[in-house]
């Protein structure tokens, strides 16, 4: 099994940054791909980012040059740098890791609890 664990959401101005963070725990191969995703009140979940293990990134159109997703393999985290927020980053943001497990080949996808970010205006 394999465990994500957020934190660094929160309460912030428009303008203001934050920093979410998301370790990886449990017993796996290798992590292919981590990435951040958000859903906001009445809309669907949507990709915000996300890196390989080569370290590739492809961003949301309405991020892109705000934030950047990075990953410390040695650790198994990601982040997520958040600039320049506004009202519409509002949601809860949840992150997500596409796993192999010890008995391979096969690659299984986990998800964190989620973790608030509100930007007031």
């Known amino acids: 099994q394999v465990h994500l664990a957020e934190s660094g959401g929160g309460l912030v101005q428009a303008g203001e940054s934050l920093r979410l963070s998301c370790a990886a725990s449990g017993t796996f191969f290798t992590i292919n791909i981590m990435a951040w995703y958000r859903q906001a009140p009445g809309k669907q979940r949507e990709l915000v980012a996300h890196?390989?293990?080569?370290?590739?990134?492809k961003y949301a159109d309405s991020v892109k040059g705000r934030f950047t997703i990075s990953r410390d393999n040695a650790r198994n985290t990601v982040y997520l740098e958040m600039n320049s927020l506004t009202p519409e980053d509002t949601a809860v943001y949840y992150c997500?890791?596409?796993?192999?497990?010890?008995?391979?080949?096969?690659?299984?996808?986990?998800w964190g609890q989620g973790t608030q970010v509100t930007v007031s205006s």
């Open positions: 890196i390989t293990n080569a370290d590739n990134t």
């Open positions: 997500n890791a596409r796993v192999v497990l010890p008995r391979g080949p096969y690659e299984y996808q986990y």
